[in-house]
């Protein structure tokens, strides 16, 4: 039996039909991504477990226990939001703290707990600052320190890295998942970046428009996305219409789109005979160099793709030039 | 050279800033002046002396009648910022959309000034052998209307400076229910907006003899009133109580915000 199972879950907003029958299990010890673009009903599921939401149909079970009507307080979860929500008037460690308080914990046991959760986090020196003297990124640890003191069964994170710079952000994911990992805590992340689903998750489940896309690891959904939409969220797919993929390489396609991951695409010097490979020419029109990899837009017969390439200063094309391409047949997914 | 430069940039915002200051303290400096001279017909005082300060303790009116004025400043303070608050704490937890009719409705003061509330108030509750009738609780309520604009600006601009929803969220997952979170978080944040718009309501009840006239009559008798109603006494003793309710309310502001510093600090 999963550790946390969404049944059938639906939710409205007036007219709004946000979640349209969601199903869902995740186990314990799980690091769960929900990713979908904005809209798509990943938050106001993470708020429905929650409990700051309610359902308009469907049942919760949360370690065998029917949830769905419980107060957030009943339900012993922790919760980061996008904005930290640290409490202004409060120092490092009387946020920390707060939840325990609330729990009417001892001063000696608060003590404790929050000076090893804030070594945890790496902030024991920051306990008696306020959050206005803390950068976005230690804010944002001393929001998962507030969570996790608790020691709550399930730990929601709604986009906590979205207001943070790229940099941080990569730190950040990584002490996340440190974390995550030592306390083998179920966590559920919610994020629209694809990037970050893919660094962080055991299991990532792609939402779009309040159903559940896909779900998988991050491998599977990056190399065998169900859909186009899939493709098109989950990398820079090259997705064309099968005909226009057909009239690209001088074959017919009958099905209705075309994804090729754009690494798969390799340029080559001259047509080989190998079975299972498919190669196309075309001429080069833009280029664009994105550190280590170099990535060219090709057109053949007035349709364009794209080529990933690591970057060598050796072998680097030049727009306009004519090139041969090769890619593996296994590599084309034909979606419908 | 550009250290000169430097300097004189420091010392030009220096100079002005002292200037502002100067020509503002000048009248209040020359009022605490008149209360210690004997006459000023001439161009100098003739002589100096205390005696306007010792008459003014020693009858046993003034002090009383300025502590009556803060009394009446300070009540009708209170109950308007607990009041608002706890209307903006259900308007922001249970019923966004009231926001703009609460906005309207402390707005409706700001057109219809205290004495033009006051005299419909005086004539429908009059006589009342209620609380209702009574001229103190009266003249609070009519005070109360009064402020609401200031009051209910200045909280409402503390609260939109806040994440309210997601903070009141997060004290909730973490066990703390609404109301208390609150109290406890939201309300300490508002604190400076609470105080200056506090401040502003009571100098702006404090300076008023108007709206007192018209419903306590000489019943309440505060320190404007006394300036109002005694206009034939020496200009010293009145440049006297003048300057005791400018400490007053000079007093009240460094509290204030001695507090609100020590917050911040």
């Given at each position: ?336 | ?30 009022t605490?002046?008149?209360t ?16 306007f300060w010792?008459k003014v303790f020693s009858e046993g009116k003034v002090i009383p009648a300025v502590l009556r004025g803060l009394l009446i400043s300070i009540a009708p303070v209170i109950a308007t910022n607990l009041i608002v ?20 409705l402390c707005?409706v003061p700001n057109t219809l000034k205290g004495v033009i509330i006051a005299i419909p108030v005086l004539s429908m509750y009059a006589g009342n052998p209620t609380v209702l009738g009574d001229r103190i609780f009266m003249l609070s309520c009519v005070y109360c209307v009064c402020i609401l604009p200031f009051v209910y ?44 718009s506090s401040l502003l309501s009571v100098s702006c009840i404090f300076g008023d003899f108007a709206v007192i006239k018209i419903i306590a009559g000489n019943k309440y008798v505060t320190g404007q009133m006394l300036l109002f109603s005694n206009r034939q006494m020496l200009l010293q003793i009145q440049c006297v109580i003048v300057v005791l309710m400018f400490m007053v309310t000079l007093a009240l ?13």
């Open positions: 039996m999963a550790y946390i199972e969404f049944k059938g879950i639906h939710k409205y907003f007036g007219e709004n039909h946000v979640l349209r029958g969601i199903d869902l299990s995740i186990e314990q010890g799980e690091f769960v991504t929900l990713l979908g673009p904005s809209g798509c009903g990943k938050s106001t599921l993470l708020r429905c477990l929650s409990g700051l939401e309610e359902v308009s149909e469907g049942r919760i079970i949360l370690n065998g226990t029917d949830i769905t009507d419980f107060t957030p307080k009943q339900r012993k979860i922790g919760m980061v939001f996008q904005q930290y929500s640290l409490f202004p008037n409060m120092t490092v460690a009387k946020n920390v703290a707060f939840g325990l308080k609330m729990q009417r914990k001892s001063k000696e046991e608060i003590e404790q707990k929050v000076d090893e959760t804030l070594k945890l986090v790496g902030l024991e020196e920051k306990k008696k600052q306020y959050p206005r003297q803390l950068s976005g990124g230690q804010q944002q640890r001393v929001a998962l320190a507030r969570a996790i003191v608790m020691e709550p069964s399930v730990l929601l994170l709604d986009e906590p890295l979205s207001a943070i710079d790229a940099l941080l952000r990569r730190n950040l994911q990584v002490e996340i998942r440190r974390i995550q990992k030592k306390l083998k805590i179920t966590t559920i992340f919610v994020t629209h970046d694809q990037d970050e689903a893919m660094v962080m998750s055991d299991t990532i489940h792609l939402l779009n428009n309040g159903l559940i896309e896909q779900s998988g690891t991050p491998e599977e959904l990056y190399a065998a996305p169900c859909s186009s939409f899939a493709a098109n969220f989950m990398g820079h797919y090259n997705l064309l219409p099968g005909a226009e993929f057909g009239r690209f390489c001088e074959k017919s396609y009958t099905c209705q789109n075309i994804a090729v991951r754009p690494e798969a695409i390799s340029i080559t010097e001259a047509r080989g005979q190998e079975n299972g490979v498919l190669y196309m020419e075309g001429e080069i029109v833009s280029e664009i160099t994105r550190g280590n990899t170099l990535s060219y837009t090709v057109e053949h017969n007035g349709v364009r793709i794209h080529t990933d390439t690591l970057f060598n200063p050796h072998s680097r094309r030049q727009v306009g030039e004519h090139i041969i391409m090769k890619v593996e047949e296994k590599d084309i997914l034909q979606l419908e | 050279m550009k250290k000169s430069g430097k300097k004189r940039k420091k010392l030009l915002p220096g100079i002005v800033l002292t200037l502002c200051g100067a020509f503002m303290l000048l009248p209040f400096l020359v605490v002046l008149y210690v001279v004997k006459s000023w017909t001439r161009l100098m005082p003739s002589g100096y002396t205390m005696k010792i608050i706890l209307a903006l704490y259900v308007a922001i937890v249970y019923n966004p959309k009231a926001e703009k009719f609460l906005q309207t707005m600006q200045g909280i409402r601009n503390n609260l939109h400076a806040i994440n309210v929803k997601q903070i009141l969220e997060a004290a909730e997952i973490l066990g703390c229910n609404r109301l208390r979170a609150f109290l406890q978080i939201i309300v300490p944040n508002m604190m400076s907006g609470i105080l200056v502001s460094a509290v204030a915000f001695s507090l609100q510093n020590r917050k911040k600090d």
